[in-house]
């Protein structure tokens, strides 16, 4: 079974320029997660779809960011304009819904590294 | 809000050496607990999990963690590391009544010496 992938791996952008991140979740994951890393820092949650949904966008920084997730399979996250505080490693999850959800589990990709400058 | 706190951003130990990473975490309700592992090179993987029932739990490649409600902590353990175990470790956190958003200590560097 193919695992959560992500393209691209890297992607280095002027400030000032629009990214598109794209995540594959594993298939039949109705749950996507996107997360972000600055150096240094924690991972912190951005936003969880299920299937085309917004669930919770509440850790979205601001509307440069843009997520969707059309037909409910990939998303995309576009950062438009990028700044520079923008840069981290990007990282998507997901999960297949349970009966308790309690018993979730996140499965992740390898995330995109984005280097704004 | 919730929070993890790791106790240590870089550990350095000897192959053989026992491992202990710390992590508390600030949350009064229901709780799901995990432990993930990226090694070099590669994406979060789940070392293990805690969701209900005994408090000692075991994960792959020889890890346990013991959750310890009363201290509001989810400690690593490994009796004897090896050098392959070299890697940043993150505790995560799920609040059940705050959905299923991962919250994530600032991870814990592991580097075994060989």
């Known amino acids: 079974e193919a695992g959560v992938t992500q393209f691209p791996s890297h992607s280095v952008i002027e400030k000032g320029q629009t990214v598109t991140l794209r995540c594959d979740p594993i298939?039949?994951?109705?749950?996507l997660y996107w997360y972000r890393r600055v150096m240094g820092k924690e991972i912190k949650f951005l936003l969880h779809?299920?299937?085309?949904?917004?669930?919770?966008e509440s850790g979205m920084p601001n509307n440069r960011f843009l997520a969707e997730r059309t037909g409910g399979t990939y998303s995309t996250l576009k950062v438009q304009p990028a700044e520079l505080e923008d840069s981290g490693v990007y990282f998507c999850?997901?999960?297949?819904?349970?009966?308790?959800?309690?018993?979730?589990?996140?499965?992740f990709g390898p995330g995109t590294r984005l280097l704004v400058l | 809000a919730q929070s993890v706190s790791q106790h240590n951003h870089h550990v350095i130990l000897s192959e053989a050496a026992s491992l202990e990473l710390g992590c508390n975490y600030s949350?009064?309700?229901?709780?799901?607990l995990f432990w993930y592992v990226q090694y070099p090179g590669q994406h979060l993987q789940l070392l293990l999990k805690?969701?209900?029932?005994?408090?000692l739990v075991k994960g792959i490649k020889g890890f346990e963690a013991e959750f310890i409600k009363s201290k509001f902590s989810f400690n690593l353990r490994k009796p004897s590391v090896q050098w392959s175990d070299t890697a940043e470790y993150f505790c995560?956190?799920?609040?059940?009544?705050?959905?299923?958003?991962?919250?994530f200590g600032a991870g814990t560097i592991l580097r075994v010496k060989s």
């Open positions: 298939s039949g994951h109705d749950n």
């Open positions: 779809f299920v299937k085309e949904s917004k669930q919770d």
């Open positions: 805690y969701f209900s029932g005994d408090p």
């Open positions: 949350y009064g309700g229901t709780v799901n």
């Open positions: 999850a997901s999960s297949q819904p349970q009966a308790n959800r309690a018993q979730e589990t996140q499965y």
């Open positions: 995560a956190v799920i609040g059940l009544e705050y959905g299923n958003k991962l919250v």
